[in-house]
């Protein structure tokens, strides 16, 4: 799959946030969007997942040729877009096993059931890999989840739910060392030839255990500068002071 | 108050609005007795007045008499201030007092009382701050009551103007520990756009006095208004507080503590009424009893339809010093619009064991033990008038209260 | 009262949701020819009194008992000076209030008359029987047409039988609490309720027995502008366990029905009694109920109540803590819908030290849905270590609907703990994208949100019970509704 941005723009009521972005993530590559904070990045993710706060001005967003502009949430969803969010809602009084299996039973076609057997031996296997107790299961989803929880909760998520194109909004905040190389365990357990990633992050840590094909630099809403790898260690030393000094000739 | 006029029975004879006021208050006056004698008294079966002693409400043979002292202290005042007794202003500045005076229904049970108060008020204090200026310190007003069956009606009208500050603090008082007197007071609070009003009402009638304290505060866009009301003295008082909240960014904290003993009672009842969306309430209410005192409180959060993105909250807490004393709780909440965040809790309970011994433990004996966590109980709430003097001139009532307690 | 605000009419919930978070009305929505062979006639006067007690062949006592009631009835004014205005839309002269077969209620379904039956069968009463139940009522419009309980049961002394057949063949345990838990004069609708009741249930739990499968009631209205009024009484002899489940429904016709319903419980020293109610009345029907239980010493009184139907709802169920260390609990759940009110609470009154009462009360208030809380709670003088905590949380799903909360706290004296907390809430719009973006459609979300909020209060009913909830408890389990 891979996902098209083109000259994008939105808002938020009459505030542009995103002012003529472009992105293009082919199938099977882990791209990296970082920037200093209020440059659009989480924005960004919002936009791609279809929230109503937004609005398109003008632009595309394509997956596969597919205008996902057009499609609800929920649909965008369905076509395979997930979005890790950087704050995850609650939703008290819903477990996790239940709100996972509403998801999985969504996608399949009316009148068709789950196989709840299957779906628990899937769901303790992808556990497993993360690390995370078995009694999380019947836990409200998110309810009093100290911050790693809620994390590792999206990552499995998205392990279960297969999607073909992923976004990490700033996952890496709020997680010590030993459940960011947990979340990166699943994250890299889900690479696929077939399957494209946008990691957003503001520090380059996250970066050290999940390895980017491609790192761009985003500023006031547009893409400013695009690298390799190497350039996330480059913004780690000396910070995003260049973007105010305009030396954005090479971007 | 130089005009004298022959005793009148509060509850019979037509009063008579000097003639040095204007005339549209007279004519107010003469309507507010006529709708005073058309209201019918409140019975048990008005639900504003469940839990309440209706006895209370008797006031067959009080006078209308000029024995009331109010004196006026005033810091230094920025100019274009106004701060008046009230008559003073009905007469140099009527328009202004006109445009404000008593606009509001009375909705919490006293309409009847408030519109006695309405024909009969004669002193009082006005208070307009004017765009933009700030008075630092608070204007002191000091009401003492005298004259055994003399009534009394002072009315407090405070206007800030857009982005305005002013506090008021509001003294009740007896001359004597004798005298039954009679206190309908109605205040007036009306914070414009971007302004900080704050009332600070503390009650320490002599204990064969009766009180109904009436409180209007209507709050503008992005304005802050803090109504706090001590209640120590008195044998019966009634106080009715609504806050409306009028304007988006509106703020009002609702505040009050009471501390009755012996047989006092303190009927309480109030309203925080959100008629604009974003708008946000906070009420705290305290109640210290002993002796076979009885304290009622019901509240309600309204929120208008429309209303949206509300946060209203209103808490109740009764501390229950002695086994005889009773506190009656009726938080309400009727909410009329969509993502509004509203809660309201009420407690009651005593000092427990542990803390007594914990106090003692520390080598505080148990009656000062008491009286100690007792007083920190009621800070919670003296605390958020956030105005120093006030705060210290509400402290010192509390002590005085505490120190009649054996 | 002077706090009332009006509402505009205001557009619908969009159809989808709508249907998502809806509860299964159409299942009762259906009715049979009439046929009665009594019939008291149109309107309230002391011949349709006299009339009942006839056809009933009442003992004396009973029928001075009626006329009292009606006395009563009478004579109290409705208490429209706290609830709402819509109980003067009652017109108690255009109202039915005894309508029969005459036939005695049958011990077996084969003989009872194929409309009812089937009736019942829609409503899946006979199954559950055989599925759980220890023994079954079934009252059709003022009588019951069947009733039945287990064999070994009735050896061991359970008296499960109606409350005409109760006070008169089991007169010497009936008589002396009938009517004392909740007296005639209690409220305008228990007078009503003391001068025309028929049918209902009379329980009898005999010292020491657990019962272990609950025992069930089902009230069924079949006849237009009709009022039904049963009368339960269950008494839980000492160290005796009952749960008994009610269920009602009622066919949607244009004009009001009526039901007003009084309940008694009775929990002798060390007894339990568990009273579990899903009212899913159509929207016709005013449902004006008081319930009220006395727990002697150590003895539990719990109600369990849920109310999905009809058009107003008056329920306040209560608890008498009247021996030392009784307990009272309240769990309750409301979903109020367009053109409904439910106006729901609890009552607790402690009456001896060391009681304690809980009481949760969730609400769901649905586009122009209106859900209440009233509470009462009283700890009088001279008791010690009395505790009360009541918890009532209400969710608003639509920017038109409505709740109120008013509680009423008495406490006297300090050796008590009470605490009330109350919330109001919406399913905020940040919880509906963070489900839709996993690919849950906004219908679906919705129900999961909503049988989130009150799924810890669903637990408590009995799984296999009602209809109605298992749907409620489906939209949960299975997500994707919509």
Redesign the interface.
Known sequence: MSLVIKDLHANVEDTPILKGLNLEIPKGEIHAIMGPNGSGKSTLSKVIAGHDDYTVQSGSVTMDGEDLLELDVDERSREGVFLAFQYPAEVPGVSNANFIRAALQARLPKGEELDAVAYYKNLYSKMDVLDMDRKFTARAVNEGFSGGEKKRNEILQMMMLEPKFCILDETDSGLDIDALKIVAKGVNAMRSPDRGFLIITHYQRLLDYIQPDHVHVMSDGQIVKSGDKDLALELEESGYDFLKEGELANA | MSTTIAPMNILETQPQTPAAFPAWFSDLQQQAWQEFLTTPMPTR????W??GNLKQLNFEGYLDEENTQTEISTPDLPEGVICLPLDQALESHGELVKEHFMKRET?LGSAKFAALHKARVKNGLFVFVPDGVRVEQPIEVRHVLAGDASASFPHTLIITGKNAEVSVFDHFSSANDDDAGLCVAVNDLIAGDGSKLTYCAVQELNLTSRMIQVNATTVGRDAHAVAFTLNTGCQWARNESISRLDAEGAHSDMLSCSIPTGTQQYDQRTYQHHAAPHTNSDLLYKNTLFGTSKTIFSG?I?V??GA?YTDAYQTCR?L???????????????????????????????ISDEEIFYLRARGIAPRQARRLIANGFSVEAVERIRQERLEELVLAAIDRKFSTIS | ???E?T??PVDAIDAETQVAIDVDRAKGDFHFPEKHKFDAGVGLSSDTVDYISNVKDDPDWVRAFRHKGLETFLNKPMPT??ATKDLDNIHFDEIRYYLADGQKPKRSWDEVPPEVLETFERLGVPEQERAFLAGVEAQYDSEAAYSNVKEELEKDGVIFVNSTEGLKEHEEIFRPWFGKVIPTGDNKFSALNSAVFSGGSFIYIPKGLKVKHPLQAYFRINSENFGQFERTLIIADEGAEVMYMEGCTAPKFESTTLHSAVVELVAMKGAKIQYVTVQNWSSNVFNLVTKRGIAHEDAEVRWIDCNIGSRLTMKYPGVVMKGERARGEVISIALANNGQHQDTGAKMIHAANHTTSNVVSKSISVGEGRATYRGQVTIP??LKGCKNNTECD?L?I?????????????????????????????V?EEMLFYMQQRGISEAAAMSLAVNGFINDLVSEFPMEYSVELKRLIELEMEGSVG
Not at chain 2, 45 to 48: A, I
Not at chain 2, 337 to 346: L, P, R, T, Y
Request: hydrophobic share 30%.
């Open positions: 079966k008005d639900e504003v469940r839990f909705r309600l309204l208008d339809q949206h009764n229950m010093m002695e086994d005889t004393a009773e506190a009656n709780s009726m938080p309400g909440l009727e909410i009329n619009a969509d993502q509004v965040k509203c809660s309201h809790g009420s407690t009651s309970a005593s | 009262m002077s706090y605000t509402v505009d000076n706290w003088k001279h209400a608003m639509n920017a038109n609907s409505k709740t109120d909360t008013y509680p009423a706290i008495t406490v006297r004296g300090n050796q008590h703990v009470t605490q009330h907390e109350a919330s109001v809430s919406q905020s």
